[in-house]
């Protein structure tokens, strides 16, 4: 069976939302880091099997952003591309397809990876006002009109966040941030932990981008279409960050009680990553020496009330299919949706009780050393654009392990939905 | 005549269904049709035939593949001698198409392809214009940018289709429409997808269809108050007249001519029209203006297709990608330039910074047309999309052409061909945009030296549609074929020329503006010298082309060609002082010139301490600063800078803004003759001195080619 390897990674800056990315759409985002994978590896677009993309927010002039973004990038027409949608595992999801796809055989070089721009999902009108204007469209005679306009509510007319709606989920009504709410208190997680935790993860992406670390991993972004402006560097990390402006910030989720707050869940976030999957085979009759191989990956099904502990479930099935043990594991990059959730995953996988009552085994999974998890500060600091996060913790992890001089690591995230999502790749020495 | 094309005619008719016979434009051997002797021949034929058949209605279809009828063959119009043998050649194609306007069948011409000149007119004189909706279909009246008038009653019928309004302006500018647009103005009755335009007017030829003809009634009165009214018209004729004549600064006869023919004849019977617009093509037709535009035109055409190396350089499809190594103002122009032809491009260079100012130069043009809505949004997003910037040298293994943009300075693009030429495949066309250094000097430091030659292209690149193509003494022949086949995807037009100092249009421009800052020295006044060659057609006077060039980058050039050419070439002391004071030109602020909009001031501040000598006349100014510029194109030509005469006169005009009106320099000269220029030069010498003693083979400069 064919080995799937990774040859490049790229992504764009982290830039908030509603900042310099405003007005670049998902589809350009994406056009940037596959044509800079290409371009950069030297690879003839031609080469390309096939191009998959995560994204969550399904632009309506795009809807299958992977094929529109394929074909900005110069991919010719004949190469297929696909769109995948798993939430915030959805930038994940495409690169464990790719890999999946040449390992059956069925691919032998896939581009994969995600984009987001949170800024460009759209406020939406609620379904009655479809209803509404349709039949405005049929009113043609000036009675059906104005019998129409006497029918307008203004109520059904008002706009909702989309991006509101989505973080909310339907099953079990809670907004995510409820959900880290519930794990705050089933694990007895207080605010400062919480505030101690976002702290470091700025801190640390602080210094990554100050020591320009991040610099192998980013594609500048030009700005279209004036070009006014260029983007090297990760917008979000805060270098002034301090304990007690983080004390200050109220919940957001539960006004009272709540623990969790703007300061310690991810920032919202415009960008793209993209790697390169190919089968080590064909990695090394093209001259090329991988940046890591696919060791194997899991995604598993939760409670959506308890999704935050989605890395704290996939990640020992994912190890297990690896064939290797947590405590070889050198790098994690568990997404930081919420503080309270990274740190409940900690305290989980560490417990031998949750490893008998959810997990099935007979003790724990191991203890998460902080020093070797997100050691370049996380989604708290760099942001969460929810379907290119999983490709942007890829991509950061390769870098890490290429700096480290190997070893295996982990990307992992948490699941809108209920859902867990882990990849294990390793680097030779 | 060959053989061939007597025997097989441009056109036939072929039956269709219905009772509708076609027309079907067919020109043996050739991609285009056009209308010439055997045409006009042709039809006249066909119109007897149609006459006995009398069937139920006409089509006019191309079986051309995006073409419908290119216009009037060039050559032909070119040949008319006297205004009599003009103004007859006109009646004769005007007596046709009336013939077939008053056929008493359904006319309907299906327009796929362009549609030009007397081609449109053509069209014009069937009941219905179906039009194919699709990217090759253009229609368009060029005929004044030849200096010409539209002679088959296009002066006549297009306003009377589209209204005054819209007409006037179509056949003054020569301005040519999009299927949509030309729906819009009411001068296509109907469009159809390509596949379907036959079909439909066949449907209206057989009477099943019958498109609606309507403008809008605010049109329609406008029109009326506007072509039909006596203060109307005075008022359109006023409005127009002042608008031509600042467009044409009064040194082209053909606008005010066109402008009297459609006024007149809107709105009047047919013949008497036909009559006045027969005899203005007959005295535009022989104008010099009209003689020196139709030249530029088939020259441009030559240089298209001539054969440099023995053989046909057709142009370049085969080019996918290409690499600009370089983003300042000239490499960011180019990758745009690349882009736009649909080529991928990586544009490299140190700096993120750099990169961006690339980006936004590449842009800028782009963005421009979207404002005026002449562009959708989403094709600059298009052509911007195929440029991919980086500060490695990736993604350079793929590329079949690099364009070397770095600054002017030997070793740096040495250094920058010797970083690439290891990376890129070992076919891959080096290009470099050298103004000044010679391409062997360049060839000189790398070991990819055959496969190097010089593309010279000029600034604002989006707009000048010159490139001087360089051939090193090491260059291979299907590197130089290969370089003129690339401008020529570009749409631009490839000038060979040897690889002397200068080249061409920089060793010509030089001497020229280099002889502006000498008169500023001898204190002539800067408002005299520049208005005096923008009175001679010039579209800015040398001057402001010195501030805009930027007189540190004038100064690079002239030094290169002191280093050359001695005395005669010593840049004016003037221009050092300036560059000392910091007056670079427009970028700076100041230089010749304060200031950087419309409105300039003559910079008094930095040139202080000057002779004031009153303003000489203009004829005056013109000698001094162009008669340089011949002498120094004479040596061109002997030296083999250029391969023809033809190639100074459409150097000059599409690369140093000569006027083609006037044809070009060595056209201009001829004009004026041997023994004036001659006269001209020995009294510049007395005065100024020796940088205007006659080259000894001046003479070849006026010897019949």
Redesign the interface.
């Known amino acids: 069976m064919p080995t799937p390897v990774i040859l490049g990674a790229v992504r764009t800056p982290m830039v908030r939302a509603d900042d310099a990315f405003r007005k670049i759409p998902a589809k ?1 985002l994406a ?1 940037r880091v596959i ?2 994978l290409l ?4 690879i ?1 677009p031609a080469e390309v099997d096939e191009v998959i993309l995560g994204n969550a927010g399904t632009p309506a002039d795009a809807p299958n952003i992977g094929r529109v973004a394929a074909l ?3 991919v010719p027409e004949s190469t297929p591309g696909l769109t995948v949608h798993r939430n915030c595992a959805s930038g994940l999801e495409a690169i464990e397809l790719a890999a999946d796809k040449v390992a059956a055989g069925s691919a032998r070089l896939v581009v994969a990876g995600g984009t987001e721009s949170m800024s460009r999902i759209p406020m939406q009108l609620p379904p009655e006002a479809n209803h509404w204007f349709m039949r405005w469209a049929k009113a043609k005679t000036l009675p059906a009109r104005l019998a129409a306009l006497r029918a307008l509510k203004p109520r059904e007319m008002m706009p909702r966040s989309a991006i509101v709606e989505g973080l909310t989920d339907p099953v079990c009504g809670l907004n995510m941030g409820r959900t880290a709410e519930n794990l705050a208190r089933e694990f007895g997680i207080s605010r400062e932990e919480q505030d101690r935790f976002a702290l470091e993860s700025h801190r640390r992406a602080c210094a990554a981008r100050e020591s320009g670390r991040f610099g192998d991993e980013i594609a ?1 972004v ?1 700005v ?7 983007v ?1 560097e990760d917008v979000g990390p805060r270098e002034n960050q301090t304990m007690e402006a983080l004390a200050k910030l109220r919940p957001v989720f539960e006004r009272r009680d709540g623990t969790v707050t703007a300061g310690n869940s991810c920032q919202i976030t415009d960008g793209a990553a993209a790697v390169l999957v190919a089968s080590e085979e064909w990695a090394i009759s093209h001259g090329f020496r991988p940046l890591a191989r696919v060791r194997g990956h899991a995604t598993v099904g939760l409670s959506p009330a308890r999704m935050g502990l989605g890395p704290a479930m996939s990640i020992p099935v994912a190890l297990d299919r690896a064939g290797v043990s947590f405590s070889e594991v050198s790098v994690f990059e568990i997404n930081e949706a919420f503080a309270a959730q990274v740190l409940a995953c900690g305290i989980a996988l560490a417990s031998d009780h949750f490893a008998r009552e959810e997990l099935g085994r007979s003790s724990c999974v191991g203890e998460l050393d902080p020093e070797r998890v997100n050691p370049n500060g996380g989604a708290i600091a760099l942001g969460h654009p929810i379907g290119a996060t999983g490709a942007r913790l890829v991509v950061t992890l390769l870098a890490e392990l290429v700096r480290r001089g190997g070893g295996l690591g982990v990307a992992t995230l948490c699941v809108g939905g209920g859902q867990g999502s882990a990849l294990v790749l390793e680097r030779n020495a | 005549m060959t053989d061939l094309e007597a025997r097989i005619p441009p056109l036939r008719i072929e039956p269709r269904e219905e009772d509708v016979l076609a027309i079907v434009l067919d020109r043996p051997d050739a991609k285009v049709n056009l209308i010439d002797e055997a045409w006009l021949h042709a039809m006249t034929a066909a119109l007897d035939e149609i006459e006995r058949a009398r069937p139920a209605g006409i089509v006019l279809v191309s079986a051309k593949p995006g073409n419908f009828i290119a216009g009037a063959d060039v050559s032909l119009i070119a040949s008319l001698e006297t205004p009599a043998d003009a103004e007859r050649r006109a009646r004769q194609g005007q007596e046709l198409l009336s013939r077939l306007e008053d056929l008493p069948v359904r006319k309907v011409a299906a327009i796929r392809g362009a549609c030009l000149g007397g081609g449109l007119e053509t069209a014009l004189a069937f009941d219905w214009i179906v039009v194919a909706d699709d990217d090759r279909t253009v229609l368009g009246l060029p005929e004044v940018r030849l200096g010409i008038l539209p002679g088959f009653g296009g002066t006549w019928r297009l306003p009377k289709r589209t209204g005054i309004l819209a007409g006037l302006p179509l056949v003054l500018t020569g301005r040519t429409l999009r299927p949509r647009q030309a729906e819009k103005l009411g001068l296509a009755d109907r469009l159809a997808s390509p596949e379907l335009v036959e079909r439909v007017a066949i449907a209206i030829a057989a009477g099943r269809e019958k498109p609606k003809r309507r403008r809008p009634v605010r049109a329609r009165m406008l029109d009326f108050l506007a072509g039909r009214t006596p203060p109307g018209r005075a008022l359109l004729r006023n409005f127009t007249e002042k608008n031509v004549a600042k467009e044409t600064g009064g040194h082209y006869p053909a606008p005010p001519r066109i402008l009297e023919r459609v006024l007149d004849g809107y709105g009047t019977p047919r013949g008497a029209a036909m009559a006045r617009e027969a005899a203005a093509f007959g005295q535009l037709a022989v104008t010099p203006e009209a003689k020196n535009l139709l030249f530029l035109f088939t020259g441009n055409e030559e240089l298209a297709r001539h054969p440099w190396t023995g053989r046909p350089a057709p142009a370049d499809a085969t080019t996918v990608r290409a690499a600009v190594l370089g983003a300042g103002t000239m490499g960011g122009g180019i990758a745009g330039s690349l882009a736009g032809a649909g080529i991928q491009v990586r544009l490299r260079d140190v700096a993120v910074e750099s990169l961006r100012v690339g980006l936004a130069g590449a842009a800028g043009p782009l963005n421009r047309r979207v404002q005026k809505r002449r562009m959708k949004p989403r094709d600059r997003d298009a052509v911007m999309e195929r440029i991919s910037p980086a500060t490695d040298l990736t993604g350079l293994t793929n590329v079949d052409v690099v364009i070397e943009a770095v600054p002017e300075i030997l070793e740096l693009k040495q250094k920058v061909f010797r970083e690439v030429e290891g990376i890129v495949r070992d076919d891959t066309i080096l290009a470099t945009n050298t103004s000044s250094i010679p391409i062997d000097a360049i060839a000189h430091g790398i070991e990819a030296k055959e496969r190097l030659v010089g593309l010279h292209f000029f600034n604002p690149v989006h707009r000048m549609p010159l490139v001087e193509v360089i051939p090193g003494a090491r260059t291979r022949d299907g590197v130089l074929e290969g370089a003129v086949g690339l401008v020529r995807r570009l749409k631009k037009s490839p000038l060979v020329v040897a690889d002397r100092p200068g080249f061409l249009v920089n060793r010509l421009l030089l001497p020229y503006l280099n002889e502006a800052a000498l008169a500023v020295q001898d204190g002539w006044p800067i408002p005299a010298v520049d208005g005096a060659l923008l009175r001679f057609g010039m579209p800015m006077g040398p001057l402001r082309v010195l501030d805009e060039v930027g007189l540190d980058v004038a100064a690079k050039v002239s030094h290169v060609l002191e280093d050359a050419f001695g005395t005669r070439a010593r840049p004016a002391p003037l221009m050092q002082r300036l560059l000392e004071a910091g007056a670079l030109g427009t970028k700076a602020g100041r230089g010749f010139w304060v200031g950087t909009g419309r409105e300039r001031t003559a910079n008094t501040q930095d040139l202080g301490g000057l002779p004031a000598a009153p303003a000489p006349p203009d004829e005056e100014i013109v000698e001094r600063l162009l008669s340089g510029m011949i002498n120094e194109a004479a040596r061109c030509l002997a030296e083999g800078v250029v391969r023809e005469r033809d190639h100074l006169d459409l150097g000059t005009v599409l690369g140093a803004g000569f006027p083609p009106f006037r044809g070009g320099l060595a056209r201009w000269a001829l004009s004026l003759g041997e023994d004036e220029v001659r006269r001209r030069l020995d009294a510049l010498a007395a005065r100024y001195g020796e940088r205007f003693a006659p080259f000894e083979g001046l003479g070849e400069l006026f010897r019949n080619s």
């Open positions: 350009e056009r044509r800079e371009d950069g590896s030297g003839a900005m990038a110069g500048p030009y279209p279409p004036a070009y006014e402006r260029v090297t």
